[in-house]
């Protein structure tokens, strides 16, 4: 029998795309990654420890983890978990059983030097309701010469004190942690725990958005039912690719809301975050495993007489995962690269293109939820030495889209405007093709007093590299006075970019004149979790922008909610007496669509370099979504200036301007800075602190130096685009890394607005687009 191989890592624990045999592995020290798998009882609060055999290579005879073993060259970490717990246990669980709650290196050496263990240890936990009966269990014998339960405290005491009968583990380091999180989930404080979550909706203000239908005919009215209905789709795509139980938790929670208050109170905040991690609190677990699911699995064992089966809780990761569920959870950018490098040019557009998902054949094979749609394109595809592959959204997501796409159909049918029944229609033809170019471009054309934006757009859930494309919808009725009044800022554009302060030779020399349509929002779905926007500017598709530029939505009734129930109490808050009077909603809203605009100006397709073409966002990658926030931004505030002294806008914004947006900052920067505003927002408000744009007073509050400011805008506005300009991630990481910390001034303002409980941001609710669903 050929001897396993485990691919070697660095030190860091990174792929180097070679493998050895075992055996080479441990003699010479190289890193490699294992699995540790932990039986967790709830009710009894015990951990399940196998014995391991006499005749292992290391700790023979010896109490260890329920279950552990190597990881073989190209295999998933997850994959591993379950075929070591079922050769070893013979307890066989899908992936949803595994809840990964930190990865361990372990450094030793023993047997006298002869075995090296360099291993980086993905640790998962299996948390399960009731004991599996002893003789539930089929026992590996060569591995595995018993099993038994301990309670969690005995066994964290019986490592403290090194007892030799069991495998040794510094509890006080950081495989300790194992028994920090399960104590926290013995010892909930139901009342503290329901306190907590009060104060986290608590930042975020009930807004209720209507508008107007009666200049929508009933045909019309009709139409956008149905569409309101393809939006429900969006938010069921949307739950999916945030993270692969999130769905399974949705339903869960909503199920067993009416149960307590406190299941109330996890109900209506997984509703606002749209998953189990908070969004103004860096993405931190507000739920637990502990929470989650429960589920019942009779043939998960051997069957023994009076035991209905295995019950375990359906797992999430104590962190979220930053490559969404777009990416295997395992997979790092090595071997993500290596990979990539093995494809063709257009097997590389569509890896790394907006509308595709990364999986591993290896889960696919092990996969028994996979539909017939699915396992027959799998079995298509063209071998290849790597584990990954690459499936369009409208292959994973088809039952979805097959849906939405039949409802915009029934809706395009029934509108009487042409520019939206083509939107509509070739939207439809998109999600079943995967080919969104000409339904972008019929968004862009939209001429209507329903206006829709629906389909993948926004990048932000990945964080590894800014690939991959969200669902969303935002369904609204077109303000047409607004809209027209707005005109100038889309017949400027050209002008702008020609001025901008940056090198010639980073200028776009084909930059088209933004259209702006200002809407009354009636519904929105998908990626609008947290904090909601007042506006956006699409499509990010680089072809298109080249192409035709960008269009851009303002939502003004959220802008309206926001600037009362959020801006103006952080004026009187943290602006100083003497410039209060300066903020007011017309430059706050002002500036949102300067920023819009401002997404479609600076660069976007770039040459390196070494002469070869390439994007921004491709080059910058996971950094790419906070440093575009920033560009838009700041460059927004040197664009309203510019248009003041070109005399298109009034003398009397000047000062207005900068203080509300001096307001805004803390508003932003109030989302937490892993979200890609916030981090933007930090950036900003600290360079133009350090340049004096920004003082701090004795009483702790902020006002705008009028002589600096301007100074301070542009010299950032160089930096930020002279990056992009280049393609240089590394400077762009360098910016971010310096800027995005929450300094003292800062601190002390922000801790100011907690202490008075100023709403962080709205939760808006439609009550026209659910009475439009009946």
């Given at each position: 029998m050929a001897e396993e191989h485990f691919d070697v890592l660095t030190k860091s624990g990174e792929k180097t795309g070679l493998s050895k045999p075992r055996g080479e592995i441990h003699r010479d020290g190289d890193y490699h990654r294992a699995v540790h798998v932990w039986i967790y009882v709830e009710s009894t609060q015990e951990l399940l420890l196998q014995l391991r055999s006499d005749d292992k290579d290391s700790w023979p005879g010896q109490w260890d983890i329920s279950s552990a073993?190597?990881?073989s060259a190209g295999d998933a970490s997850i994959i591993s978990a379950q075929r070591e717990l079922e050769e070893e246990l013979g307890v066989k669980l899908p992936k949803d059983a595994f809840e990964k709650i930190f990865v361990f290196l372990q450094e030793c050496v023993i047997n006298d030097g002869k075995f090296i263990n360099n291993e980086f240890n993905d640790v998962y936990l299996v948390t399960i309701l009731e004991p599996i009966p002893l003789e539930a269990f089929t026992l590996q014998k060569e591995e595995v010469s018993a099993v038994k339960y301990v309670p969690y405290e005995d066994y964290r005491s019986f490592l403290a004190k090194e007892d030799p009968a069991y495998v040794p583990y510094d509890v006080n380091g950081e495989y300790g942690k194992i028994f920090e999180i399960i104590r926290q989930r013995c010892q909930v404080n139901t009342e503290a725990r329901s306190l907590s979550l009060q104060k986290q909706l608590q930042r975020y203000s009930p807004v209720t958005l209507e508008a107007n239908l009666t200049e929508l005919s009933e045909a019309e009215q009709k139409a956008l039912g149905l569409i309101v209905k393809a939006a429900k789709v969006m938010d069921d795509i949307f739950y999916d690719q945030v993270w692969y139980s999130n769905p399974a938790l949705r339903d869960w929670l909503k199920d067993h809301a009416n149960a307590s208050e406190l299941d109330k109170l996890k109900w209506d905040y997984?509703?606002?975050?749209?998953?189990?991690?908070?969004?103004?609190?860096?993405?931190?677990?507000?739920?637990?495993?502990?929470?989650?699911?429960?589920?019942?699995?009779p043939e998960a064992t051997k069957s023994v007489a009076g035991w209905k089966g295995l019950e375990y809780r359906a797992a999430f990761p104590v962190t979220q995962p930053p490559g969404a569920n777009f990416y295997p959870p395992d997979m790092d950018k090595t071997e993500f690269t290596l990979w990539l490098n093995s494809l063709t040019e257009e097997q590389k557009d569509v890896a790394t293109g907006f509308?595709?998902?990364?999986?591993?054949?290896?889960?696919?094979?092990?996969?028994?939820?996979?539909?017939?749609?699915?396992?027959?394109?799998?079995?298509?595809?063209?071998?290849?030495?790597?584990?990954?592959?690459?499936?369009?959204?409208?292959?994973?997501?088809?039952?979805?889209?097959?849906?939405?796409?039949?409802?915009?159909?029934?809706?395009?049918?029934?509108?009487?405007?042409?520019?939206?029944?083509?939107?509509?229609?070739?939207k439809a033809e998109a999600f079943l093709s995967n080919e969104y170019y000409e339904s972008d471009i019929a968004w862009m054309d939209l001429d209507s007093k329903l206006d829709i934006t629906i389909g993948p757009y926004e990048t932000y859930e990945d964080e590894i590299f800014g690939y991959k494309a969200t669902f969303e919808t935002f369904?609204?009725?077109?303000?047409d006075k607004a809209t027209a009044d707005l005109k100038l800022f889309g017949d400027n554009l050209k002008l702008l970019e020609d001025?901008?302060?940056?090198?010639?030779?980073?200028?776009?020399?084909?930059?088209?004149?933004?259209p702006i349509r200002v809407i009354q929002l009636i519904y929105n779905s998908g990626d609008v979790k947290g904090p909601q926007t007042v506006a956006f500017n699409l499509p990010n598709d680089?072809?298109?922008?080249?192409?035709?530029?960008?269009?851009?939505?303002?939502?003004?009734?959220?802008?309206?909610?926001?600037?009362?129930?959020?801006?103006?109490?952080?004026a009187e808050i943290v602006i100083s007496k003497e410039q209060r009077k300066y903020?007011?909603?017309?430059?706050?809203?002002?500036?949102?669509?300067?920023?819009?605009?401002?997404?479609?100006?600076?660069?976007?397709?770039?040459?390196?370099?070494?002469?070869?073409?390439?994007?921004?966002?491709?080059?910058?990658?996971?950094?790419?979504?906070?440093?575009?926030?920033?560009?838009?931004?700041?460059?927004g505030l040197w664009a309203l200036k510019f248009l003041i002294t070109k005399g298109l806008l009034s003398k009397s914004m000047l000062e207005s301007m900068y203080v509300s947006f001096l307001a805004g900052c803390f508003r932003s920067i109030r989302f937490g800075l892993t979200e890609a505003h916030g981090k933007g927002q930090a950036l900003q408000f600290n360079w133009l602190y350090e340049k004096g744009a920004f003082v701090f007073h004795k009483d702790s509050t902020f006002s705008v130096d009028f002589d600096k400011v301007e100074g301070a805008v542009?010299?950032?506005?160089?930096?930020?685009?002279?990056i992009q300009g280049k393609g240089d991630k590394n400077a762009a990481t360098s910016l971010l890394d310096k800027y995005c910390t929450i300094t003292g001034p800062l601190k002390t303002a922000l801790e100011k607005l907690e202490s008075v409980k100023v709403p962080v941001d709205i939760s808006p609710t439609f009550p026209l687009a659910d009475a439009l669903m009946n």
């Open positions: 073993g190597h990881i997984f509703l606002i975050n749209k998953s189990p991690w908070s969004s103004l609190d860096e993405n931190e677990a507000f739920l637990t495993t502990a929470d989650s699911a429960v589920k019942l699995i509308f595709s998902v990364i999986k591993r054949r290896s889960e696919a094979h092990q996969d028994a939820s996979l539909s017939d749609h699915l396992a027959s394109i799998i079995k298509t595809l063209p071998e290849s030495a790597s584990d990954l592959y690459s499936i369009p959204y409208s292959e994973i997501y088809r039952p979805f889209l097959t849906k939405a796409s039949e409802l915009l159909h029934k809706a395009g049918d029934l509108v009487s405007s042409p520019s939206l029944k083509k939107l509509l229609h070739s369904i609204g009725i077109r303000d001025n901008l302060p940056l090198d010639s030779v980073y200028k776009s020399t084909d930059v088209s004149a933004a680089e072809k298109i922008v080249k192409d035709r530029g960008t269009s851009m939505v303002m939502l003004k009734n959220i802008s309206e909610a926001k600037f009362e129930y959020i801006l103006k109490p952080i903020v007011d909603f017309d430059s706050f809203f002002t500036h949102t669509i300067c920023h819009e605009c401002c997404h479609g100006i600076g660069p976007h397709t770039i040459t390196l370099p070494d002469g070869q073409s390439s994007t921004v966002r491709k080059e910058l990658q996971e950094v790419h979504s906070a440093m575009e926030e920033a560009k838009a931004d700041i460059v542009e010299s950032l506005s160089h930096e930020i685009l002279t």
